[in-house]
């Protein structure tokens, strides 16, 4: 509003004003009428008021609601944007707009005034791969029975596990399903590729020759005991000649593996092996170029490193097993214990 125009309106007011030095309810209401006139003649759409002010919300003459424009204020959880503190809430709530003020310097303003985004509380190299299937949540679509506990709803999963028929090749093929074995509460959870000829015929994973060596790295790299951690697989079938796993047959089994992860809720997982880490990050980036780093899954911790059956044909890795095995003790929070490679 120009200078001239404020005059105006001022000296209409004063002109009503009688000598007592309080001026008539109309003559009040006109000089605000054409104070808010002269606003529009500027160019001036919105003002900012103060919330407790007890200025007319909606200029219909009742007395704004303080509760009410409180809520009008508070987007609902579908339009919620960033969020910020109470008190810078309040702040721009209450900081009325300049009418000679740009919109573009108003935004500007208004802008710089928002919070910085939260500082991530994710350890330091951490990466983050998209899940297979873009959710990471088919255990949603299992019957999780409930007010049981963690023993209870595993078992009951191996059952529900047991007669799952979702890959025909694999039923024809199997002696029975390998569910999982281990602490239902463990922090460390370690994933395999899929059951071989000795986890067939006992229904348990890691049993065989490399079940053996994966005892040794728990045991003897970690200094942790086996019945301390959780042992599964990708699979909950033995592919016939222990050939590898399909995508198709990964993606059928994804719902048990995310249902038995959100049972046990861990906080770190070591995947063993190309098809576990690429299977559980739904990644093809080989086990190589996954080593090394901390991954995430559903906010746990992810390790990768050399399958124990391949660290049996080629001893000489067992070394960069160990490796990783230090990384994952570091990652936990754990002492490394004084052994230089974690053999049988």
């Given at each position: 509003m120009t200078d001239h125009h404020q005059d105006d309106a001022i000296s209409r007011s004063a002109a009503d004003t009688p000598s007592s030095g309080f001026p008539p309810k109309e003559a009040i209401l006109r000089g605000l009428r054409l104070y808010f006139e002269d606003l529009q003649r500027a160019g001036v759409q919105h003002l900012l008021m103060p919330v407790s002010s007890g200025v007319v919300g909606d200029w219909s003459g009742e007395p704004a609601d303080s509760n009410a424009q409180r809520e009008a204020a508070t987007p609902s959880p579908g339009e919620a944007g960033p969020s910020t503190s109470a008190d810078s809430a309040s702040t721009l709530a209450s900081e009325p707009v300049s009418p000679a003020m740009p919109k573009k310097q108003r935004a500007r303003e208004a802008a710089s005034r928002k919070e910085p985004p939260a500082e991530s509380t994710a350890v330091p190299g951490t990466e983050q791969l998209s899940l297979l299937g873009g959710t990471g949540q088919g255990w949603q679509s299992v019957r999780l029975p409930e007010g049981k506990s963690r023993e209870e709803i595993l078992a009951e999963l191996a059952r529900q596990v047991a007669q799952?028929?979702?890959?025909?090749?694999?039923?024809?093929?199997?002696?029975?399903?390998?569910?999982?074995?281990?602490?239902?509460?463990?922090?460390?959870?370690?994933?395999?590729?899929?059951?071989?000829?000795?986890?067939?015929?006992?229904?348990?994973?890691?049993?065989?020759?490399?079940?053996?060596?994966?005892?040794?790295?728990?045991?003897?790299?970690?200094?942790?005991?086996?019945?301390?951690?959780?042992?599964?697989?990708?699979?909950?079938?033995?592919?016939?000649?222990?050939?590898?796993?399909?995508?198709?047959?990964?993606?059928?089994?994804?719902?048990?593996?995310?249902?038995?992860?959100?049972?046990?809720?861990?906080?770190?997982?070591?995947?063993?092996?190309?098809?576990?880490?690429?299977?559980?990050?739904?990644?093809?980036?080989?086990?190589?170029?996954?080593?090394?780093?901390?991954?995430?899954?559903?906010?746990?911790?992810?390790?990768?490193?050399?399958?124990?059956?391949?660290?049996?044909?080629?001893?000489?890795?067992?070394?960069?097993?160990?490796?990783?095995?230090?990384?994952?003790?570091?990652?936990?929070?754990?002492?490394?214990?004084?052994?230089?490679?974690?053999?049988?």
């Amino acid at each position: 509003m120009t200078d001239h125009h404020q005059d105006d309106a001022i000296s209409r007011s004063a002109a009503d004003t009688p000598s007592s030095g309080f001026p008539p309810k109309e003559a009040i209401l006109r000089g605000l009428r054409l104070y808010f006139e002269d606003l529009q003649r500027a160019g001036v759409q919105h003002l900012l008021m103060p919330v407790s002010s007890g200025v007319v919300g909606d200029w219909s003459g009742e007395p704004a609601d303080s509760n009410a424009q409180r809520e009008a204020a508070t987007p609902s959880p579908g339009e919620a944007g960033p969020s910020t503190s109470a008190d810078s809430a309040s702040t721009l709530a209450s900081e009325p707009v300049s009418p000679a003020m740009p919109k573009k310097q108003r935004a500007r303003e208004a802008a710089s005034r928002k919070e910085p985004p939260a500082e991530s509380t994710a350890v330091p190299g951490t990466e983050q791969l998209s899940l297979l299937g873009g959710t990471g949540q088919g255990w949603q679509s299992v019957r999780l029975p409930e007010g049981k506990s963690r023993e209870e709803i595993l078992a009951e999963l191996a059952r529900q596990v047991a007669q799952c028929v979702r890959c025909p090749a694999l039923v024809a093929n199997r002696t029975q399903t390998v569910f999982g074995v281990g602490n239902p509460y463990a922090e460390l959870v370690f994933i395999g590729e899929a059951p071989g000829y000795d986890e067939d015929v006992q229904g348990l994973p890691f049993v065989g020759r490399a079940g053996q060596l994966l005892t040794a790295m728990i045991t003897n790299g970690m200094g942790m005991r086996r019945e301390d951690v959780y042992i599964c697989n990708i699979l909950r079938c033995r592919p016939p000649n222990n050939r590898t796993p399909t995508r198709e047959e990964a993606a059928n089994c994804r719902p048990w593996l995310d249902a038995t992860l959100a049972v046990i809720e861990p906080k770190f997982i070591c995947c063993l092996g190309n098809v576990a880490a690429q299977n559980l990050l739904g990644t093809d980036l080989t086990i190589g170029r996954l080593r090394g780093k901390i991954w995430e899954y559903n906010g746990a911790k992810v390790v990768c490193t050399y399958h124990p059956a391949f660290l049996l044909r080629n001893p000489a890795m067992k070394r960069e097993a160990w490796e990783d095995l230090k990384l994952l003790l570091q990652v936990m929070g754990r002492p490394i214990p004084r052994r230089s490679t974690p053999d049988a």
